[in-house]
């Protein structure tokens, strides 16, 4: 590591544990900061230690709630800033307002792009997420990004289930490129889910495309918040796939209806990451919850090292 910027790991509120986990990975201790809502709903941050010239690695994933989140991020990277570190990287796992990355209607914001003018007006120095629902959004950056994937973590975790003959399936058209990673790197069949959106929270499936008879379905999304999806998994069934589905999808937003949807008897098994954190009030028999701690901690250690980052980003 550098002798003269060293390599300190800061996190926010919204997943500590996943920030402790990096922590311990590169055998580090996590830094000393506190985040506090002030009786007006304003948010105070305060770093504990001096920050003079080292490189800042910041954790924060903006899940719910979004906003606070967010502003937290916004603070800490200026008090970084006015700190003068010589580097601060923000690695956000689950990237704020993913699925507003262009105008679909007139009069419209295109908010995306409006947090990566605030991160990059603010002084970051580079992004790191994860599995980002439109890779477009990397050009709305002029600093470095790191568009990560948990592909190997879930590729790997899959290798170790003993299932039959099985496919991966995109949720969507917008899935197909993730999904077809997958069925490279585990050397599966591909096959797509045809759907048409209704609503911000409403899909219809029209038809599945690709041979799934009598397999069994490994069906890969970026993120599950109301859990759309889910209800959409009897085409599958219907087209001849095995009534044992899983999903593999990163980002567990799990609102309540995504939980309740669960219990579809069609549905064995949704494997998400810890991309955000779980609640105990969010955990439920099908869910598997896995650590992308280790791929972080690689990446950050490479990145301070000034090594190579690229083939961690060709599964991306």
Known sequence: MSKYHPLRLFSGTANEPLAQEIAQHLRITLGKCTTTHLPDSEIHVQIYEPVRE??????????????DHLMELLLYVDAFRRASAHSITVVVPYFPYGRQE????????????VVANMLESLGVNRVIYMDIHAAAIQGFFNVPIDPLSALPVMAEYFRQQDLADPVIVAADVGRAKLAGKYAEVMGLPLVLMHKRRTSFEAVKTTHVVGEIANRTPIVIDDMIASGSVLTQLEALVEAGAKPEIHLAITHPILLPSALQRLNHPYIKELVVTNTIYVPPEKQHPKLTVLSVAKLLADVILRIHEGRSVSSLLELT
Not at 54 to 67: E, G, R, Y
Not at 102 to 113: C, F, L, N, W, Y
């Open 54 to 67: 080292h490189d800042i690695f910041f954790l924060q994933s903006c899940s719910a709630p979004v906003n």
């Open 102 to 113: 262009r105008m679909s209607k007139g009069r419209e914001a295109v908010s995306a792009k």
